[in-house]
Structures are given as structure tokens and as C-alpha cells.
């Protein structure tokens, strides 16, 4: 069997609000392989010290942004989740 050609669909984060607070990044990843789609979503809470009404946070999201985001891509170490997720699909792929 010729080795699968995968993609990669881009990264996309989501914040979770909650009493008007941004309290959460939801991330998800997506990889596809002709009509399958491997997905993994994960939640990070923001440190509480951290979260913001969300009118502070649209004011300062392109500069604090990024560090949040890099932190919870640290703490769900989401990458590795789709890494396991995509050696067992691959291991299960008929081999001719």
C-alpha cells in the first residue's frame, strides 16, 4: 500500500465565555485521509487570575492572545493527542 497522503486542516481556537468572563480556550485539530476525518478538541481554563470581562479581552486579545493560546497548546499538549489518535489510525490502515 502506498504510504497515506494526510492533511492538515488549520488550528482553530475558540474562547469560552462564562458570566460574560473569558474562562476558557477550546482548541481543535483536524487531519483528514480521503473521507475520513480524524479530530481532537480539548478545553484549557484560563488561570483565574488570568480571565477577563470580555470587553478588556477584545481590547487586549492581539497582544495576550498568543500567550494564552501557547500556554493552553502546553497544557493539553494537543499535538500528542493527535499524534496517538493518528499512529492507531494508521496501524489499523490494510497493509495490501
Same mark, same amino acid.
Given at each position: /500500500?502506498?504510504?497515506?497522503?494526510?492533511?492538515?486542516?488549520? /488550528?482553530? &481556537?475558540?474562547?469560552?465565555?462564562? %458570566?460574560? +468572563?473569558?474562562?476558557?480556550?477550546? @482548541?481543535?485539530?483536524?487531519?483528514?485521509?480521503?473521507?475520513?476525518?480524524?479530530?481532537?478538541? *480539548?478545553?484549557? *481554563?484560563?488561570?483565574?487570575?488570568?480571565?477577563?470581562?470580555?470587553? *478588556?479581552?477584545?481590547?487586549? +486579545? %492581539?497582544?495576550? !492572545?498568543?500567550?494564552?493560546? !501557547?500556554?493552553?497548546?502546553?497544557?493539553?499538549? @494537543?499535538?500528542?493527542? &493527535?499524534?496517538? %489518535? &493518528?499512529?492507531?489510525?494508521?496501524?489499523?490502515?490494510?497493509?495490501?
Amino acid at each position: /500500500m502506498p504510504d497515506p497522503i494526510i492533511t492538515r486542516d488549520p /488550528m482553530r &481556537m475558540e474562547e469560552v465565555f462564562r %458570566q460574560g +468572563k473569558v474562562v476558557g480556550i477550546t @482548541i481543535t485539530l483536524t487531519h483528514r485521509h480521503d473521507d475520513n476525518t480524524l479530530t481532537v478538541t *480539548d478545553t484549557w *481554563d484560563v488561570p483565574e487570575a488570568d480571565q477577563m470581562y470580555a470587553e *478588556d479581552w477584545q481590547a487586549s +486579545k %492581539q497582544t495576550l !492572545g498568543p500567550g494564552l493560546v !501557547g500556554q493552553a497548546l502546553e497544557a493539553l499538549n @494537543i499535538e500528542y493527542q &493527535m499524534f496517538t %489518535q &493518528m499512529r492507531d489510525y494508521i496501524a489499523a490502515l490494510p497493509s495490501e
